[in-house]
C-alpha cells in the first residue's frame, strides 16, 4: 500500500519514524532530542509522506517506540542506534508537549473548549462487572458473519435512526472498530491499552496494559476460556494473544508467526470451529527505501493457529514462486523478488466449503508472481491454496517511487498500487439468480475502485464493475457490506480528490481520473448499479495536528472507511467527519452528524476532545446503539488527530 499506508494500516499505528536516507552521526545517548533531531526530525517536524509528526508521536507509548527500532518496522533505519539512544528517544517523544517550543493546541470550533495535546484520560472503573451474555444483536467480529458487515437484529428500527444522538464518548489514541457481547463492548488501540468497555455508559470492566493492536477484538463462545467467553488480538509484534473476556486475563500468547522484522498483523483474526486464522502484513515499502535494504523478502500469509493452544497448524505464502537473488543495486547490496502479497484485511471464513478466503495486497520487485493483488481461497485443514485469482499484474511498488522518483531499489515499471485492503464477502444469492456454483459468490474490492465477483468454488470471475476512479488509497479502501440484496460500496478517491481542492498541491503526478467519492449500491450477482449517493461537499472543523489541508480550511468528502448495514439503514462516514445513514433502497440520506462540529467531555475524563475524519475499520450495530471512531488518523494524513474519539450513538441519546 501507497503514501502512508503502513502507518494507517498498522493502523495504523505500526510505522513509527522514519529515519532519514542519509543519516548523520549517531548523537549523545543521554540526550533523546539531540537524538531526535540528528536521525529523524527532517521527517518529523514537520512531518513528510508517511511519518507521524511530533504532535502524534508524543501520544505514542514508549514501549511501541523502542519495539519498533529493536525489532519492528524501523529495524532497517534504526542501525546505529544503541539501546540508550533508543531509550532516550522513546522518553523524548512521549513527554507531552509543552513550553515554550510546544505545539499550539488546534482551535476548537465555536463555543467549545479546545482540548490539551496528546491527552491521555482516566480510566473510569465500572462499580459492577455482570457475567457476559449474549444477545441476538451482538456485534461479535469485525465483519460479522462472512464478512457481510450486516446487523440482521440491531435493537433499533429505521424509523429510529433520525434520533440517533451521542450518548457517551472516549478518547483514546489509534482506536480500532469495537466489538459488543450483550453489555461489553471491546476495543484495542495504538496506546497499548486492552479495554472491555461497558456499551451502554463507557465505564471500564478491565484493562490490559502492553496491548498495541489495531485489530478488532473477535469474541467468541468457548471452552477455552474459564468464563466462556475468549477474544483473540493481533499485535504488532506479530503474535496473537487470547484473552478471557470477562476477566482479561491472559489464556495463551502464540509464538512470533513471522521473523521478517517489518511484518505485522493488521487484519482480525478470524475464529472457525478449533481453528484461528491469523493474516500478515508488511512495512517493508517503506523499508525498502533505504539504500542498503535489500530488497525484498516478505511474503504475504495466512497462519492457523490451534484456538485452544495458539500453537501453529499451517502457514501458508500467497506468493508461490520461489524467493530468489536478482541483482546487485547500486550500493552493492543484493536484490532478491518475488515479494509482496501482504494481507491487510480479516480472512473471510467459508465452513461449508472448508476454505478461507483472503485479500492480497501488491509486489514490491518486477519479479513475475501471482500472488499479488489477488483473492486467494486457502483449505482450513490443510493450508494448500485451493484457487487464486490475480486481477491485477506488474503492480510493483515500494514507497518513494511515486511522482518519477528513482530510488536504488525502485521496480521497473512501477505499479499503481491498486492492491487490496478490504475482506472479501462470501454472498447467498437469491434462488436462480446467477452464475456462481452453490448459490453463493465471493465478493471483492481494490483500491482501483473495481468491485468483482468470483466463483467460490473455481475462483473463476464473474463480473467486474469499475465504482470509483482509483487511486492508491481508493478507490475501495477498507470495505464494503452487504445484506440480503445488495453490495454496498464506499469509494474513497482522495487522492483524486486533493487534486481538486484550491490551495492544496495535488498528491501524485499520476494522471487520475475525476474524482467519485460517496457510497453506491451493486446487484451481487451481476454488478450492475442499483443507485448512487455521491458524498455531498459539507463543512467540517478539522482540529487534526497534521492534515495536509488543515491551514487551509479544506474538507475531504472521501468514503474510505468500511461501510455498516442493517436493516433500513447503511452507515458509512466520510474523511471530512460527517457520519451518514442512507436507505439501502434508494440511497436517500435519512440521518447525518458532524462528528467534529464540537467537541466532546469524555467518560475518562478528557474534557473538550475533538472529532475528526472517519476512516478505517467503520462503525459496529448492536443493542440499540452505534459506534464509530472519529479522528483516526488514516493514510490519506487529512483530519486525523494523535487522541481519537469513540463515539456511542443511541436513540434520543437515552
Not at 126 to 149: F, Y
Not at 175 to 199: C, E, Q
Not at 263 to 269: E, K, N, S
Not at 595 to 616: E, H, L, R, S
Request: proline share 8%.
Amino acid at each position: 500500500m501507497r503514501l502512508g499506508i503502513w502507518a494507517a494500516a498498522a493502523i495504523a499505528g505500526a510505522a513509527l519514524f522514519s529515519i532519514p536516507l542519509a543519516a548523520s552521526a549517531q548523537a549523545p545517548s543521554s540526550n533523546g532530542e539531540a537524538v531526535f533531531n540528528a536521525r529523524c526530525k527532517s521527517c518529523h517536524e514537520p512531518a513528510i509522506d508517511r511519518a507521524p509528526n511530533r504532535a502524534a508521536l508524543s501520544s505514542y507509548p514508549a514501549s511501541q517506540i523502542v519495539q519498533a527500532l529493536t525489532t519492528g518496522v524501523m529495524v532497517p533505519m534504526a542501525q546505529g542506534l544503541s539501546e540508550a539512544d533508543k531509550a532516550a528517544v522513546a522518553a523524548y517523544l512521549t513527554t507531552p508537549l509543552g513550553g515554550p517550543d510546544a505545539h499550539p493546541a488546534p482551535a476548537a470550533p465555536a463555543g467549545t473548549r479546545p482540548v490539551a495535546a496528546a491527552a491521555r484520560g482516566v480510566d473510569v472503573m465500572c462499580t459492577a462487572n455482570p457475567p457476559i451474555t449474549a444477545t441476538l444483536s451482538d456485534w461479535s467480529s469485525v465483519g460479522m458473519e462472512a464478512s457481510h458487515r450486516y446487523q440482521s437484529n440491531p435493537g433499533l428500527k429505521a424509523a429510529d435512526v433520525p434520533k440517533l444522538k451521542v450518548k457517551w464518548s472516549f478518547a483514546m489514541s489509534g482506536g480500532s472498530m469495537p466489538t459488543v457481547i450483550g453489555d461489553w463492548l471491546f476495543i484495542t488501540n495504538r496506546s497499548g491499552k486492552f479495554y472491555a468497555l461497558d456499551a451502554k455508559s463507557g465505564c471500564v470492566h478491565w484493562v490490559v496494559d502492553g496491548v498495541t493492536s489495531r485489530t478488532t477484538p473477535m469474541i467468541v463462545k468457548s471452552p477455552i476460556s474459564p468464563s466462556g467467553w475468549a477474544t483473540f488480538v493481533g499485535e504488532r509484534t506479530r503474535v496473537v494473544r487470547a484473552f478471557d473476556a470477562q476477566t482479561g486475563k491472559e489464556i495463551w500468547k502464540s509464538a512470533q508467526l513471522e521473523t521478517n522484522p517489518v511484518a505485522g498483523i493488521t487484519g482480525t483474526p478470524v475464529v472457525s470451529g478449533g481453528q484461528l486464522f491469523v493474516p500478515l502484513t508488511s512495512g517493508e515499502e517503506p523499508a525498502a527505501r533505504q539504500l542498503t535494504y535489500s530488497c525484498c523478502t516478505f511474503r504475504g500469509s495466512l497462519v492457523a493457529l490451534d484456538l485452544a493452544t495458539g500453537k501453529t497448524q499451517w502457514k501458508t505464502f500467497v506468493i508461490k514462486e520461489p524467493l530468489h537473488p536478482t541483482h546487485k543495486n547500486s550500493a552493492g547490496v543484493m536484490m532478491q523478488g518475488p515479494a509482496g502479497g501482504a494481507i491487510w484485511s480479516a480472512p473471510t471464513a467459508d465452513a461449508k466449503r472448508g476454505l478461507v478466503y483472503v485479500a492480497t495486497g501488491d509486489s514490491y520487485t518486477d519479479e513475475p508472481t501471482t500472488g499479488a493483488d489477488a483473492i486467494v481461497a486457502i483449505e482450513m485443514k490443510t493450508g494448500k491454496i485451493r484457487w487464486s485469482t490475480q486481477v491485477t499484474e506488474k503492480d510493483n511498488f515500494i514507497m518513494g517511487c511515486e511522482n518519477g522518483a528513482k530510488l536504488p531499489n525502485c521496480p521497473t515499471p512501477v505499479g499503481p498500487d491498486y492492491d487490496f485492503g478490504a475482506s472479501p464477502i462470501l454472498f447467498n444469492l437469491p434462488p436462480g439468480k446467477g452464475k456462481a456454483a452453490g448459490g453463493q459468490i465471493v465478493l471483492s474490492g481494490q483500491k482501483s475502485g473495481i468491485a468483482y465477483g468470483m466463483d467460490p468454488d473455481t475462483g473463476k470471475l464473474i463480473w467486474k464493475t469499475a465504482v470509483g476512479s482509483g487511486s492508491a488509497l481508493g478507490g475501495i479502501e477498507w470495505g464494503m457490506a452487504a445484506d440480503n440484496k445488495r453490495l454496498y460500496v464506499a469509494i474513497s478517491d482522495v487522492i483524486n480528490l486533493f487534486g481538486e481542492v484550491p490551495g492544496v498541491p495535488p498528491v501524485t503526478d499520476d494522471k487520475l481520473d475525476p474524482p467519485k467519492p460517496g457510497l453506491y449500491a451493486l446487484d451481487p450477482a451481476n454488478g450492475k448499479f442499483l443507485w448512487s449517493a455521491p458524498a455531498p461537499k459539507a463543512t467540517c472543523h478539522y482540529a487534526g495536528d497534521r492534515s495536509r489541508d488543515y491551514a487551509k480550511g479544506a474538507c475531504i468528502r472521501a468514503q474510505s472507511a468500511a461501510p455498516s448495514v442493517m436493516p433500513g439503514a447503511v452507515f458509512s462516514g466520510t474523511m471530512d467527519g460527517w457520519f451518514r445513514a442512507y436507505d439501502p433502497a434508494t440511497g436517500k440520506v435519512i440521518w447525518a452528524f458532524s462528528t467534529t462540529a464540537q467537541t466532546y467531555d469524555t467518560v475518562n475524563q478528557v474534557q473538550g476532545q475533538p472529532g475528526g475524519n472517519i476512516d478505517g475499520m467503520g462503525p459496529a450495530i448492536a443493542g440499540g446503539m452505534v459506534y464509530t471512531m472519529s479522528g483516526f488518523q488514516g493514510a490519506a494524513q487529512t483530519g486525523g488527530n494523535a487522541v481519537n474519539v469513540l463515539l456511542a450513538f443511541s436513540v434520543d441519546g437515552k
